[in-house]
């Protein structure tokens, strides 16, 4: 299966801050990433997929950049709401996997 | 609205089969392209993808657990079935359905249930 690892684990940061966070695929695995974001006791949310495509509802100051093995996502202008933990999943060839998330919290 | 939800046994003992139903609504997984998929997280873990149906009943599955899985749709009452066979304590988790995306191998999870918590012990 593919690995993915993602960096930091953990992230703090101030309301307003731009963060990134890394997530680096074993393989290449072309564009075929997605980024979800979690809160406790909830079920993941879609931010992006495809790398770089926002999905729909999803506040603009969320981006994905990357290809190949290497992927990150931005937030410029952190917002209290985004105070979560964010995950990465790779989906290339019938096998999905996801990194072992980043929890973002606030300084 | 699209509204996905799971349900099933909160406890179940070692060695049991696991039975979990996905009821959603909101789309038909008769219509070309629709996928469905299974998705479990232990407790402070990270997520996990277990299997995926298709509209066409094609099925696919985590390799390391493709044994003690079987994934199955009903149709009629918008609903896809997981089970697990010989359930361990470490196979504690929250288990989650969710709406699949994606063409041929590709799949990501654009909507998903609120989960369900399942533990596992005698």
């Known amino acids: 299966d593919i690995q993915m690892t993602q960096s930091p684990s953990t992230l703090s940061a101030f309301v307003g801050d731009r963060v990134t966070i890394t997530c680096r695929a074993s393989?290449?695995?072309?564009?075929?990433l997605a980024w979800y974001q979690q809160k406790p006791g909830k079920a993941p949310k879609l931010l992006v997929y495809?790398?770089?495509s926002l999905e729909s509802g999803v506040p603009s100051r969320f981006s994905g950049s990357g290809s190949g093995t290497e992927f990150t996502l931005t937030i410029s202008g952190l917002q209290p709401d985004d105070f979560a933990t964010y995950y990465c999943q790779q989906y290339g060839s019938y096998s999905y996997t996801f990194g072992q998330g980043t929890k973002l919290e606030i300084k | 609205q699209v509204t996905l939800k799971e349900s099933g046994p909160a406890l179940v003992k070692p060695t049991q089969t696991l039975t979990l139903t996905c009821t959603f609504s909101?789309?038909?997984?008769?219509?070309?392209?629709?996928?469905m998929s299974w998705i479990r997280q232990p407790p402070g873990k990270a997520l996990e993808w277990l299997a995926r149906?298709?509209?066409?009943?094609?099925?696919f599955y985590r390799t390391s657990l493709k044994t003690r899985l079987t994934i199955s749709k009903d149709t009629s009452g918008n609903q896809v079935v997981l089970s697990m066979t010989n359930m361990d304590p470490m196979d504690t988790a929250t288990y989650y359905c969710?709406?699949?995306?994606?063409?041929?191998?590709?799949?990501?999870?654009?909507?998903w249930g609120q989960g369900t918590a399942v533990t596992v012990s005698s």
């Open positions: 969710a709406r699949t995306c994606g063409s041929g191998g590709n799949s990501w999870f654009d909507i």
């Open positions: 909101g789309f038909s997984l008769d219509t070309t392209g629709m996928r």
């Open positions: 149906i298709d509209w066409n009943d094609d099925k």
């Open positions: 393989q290449d695995i072309t564009d075929w």
């Open positions: 495809k790398a770089s």
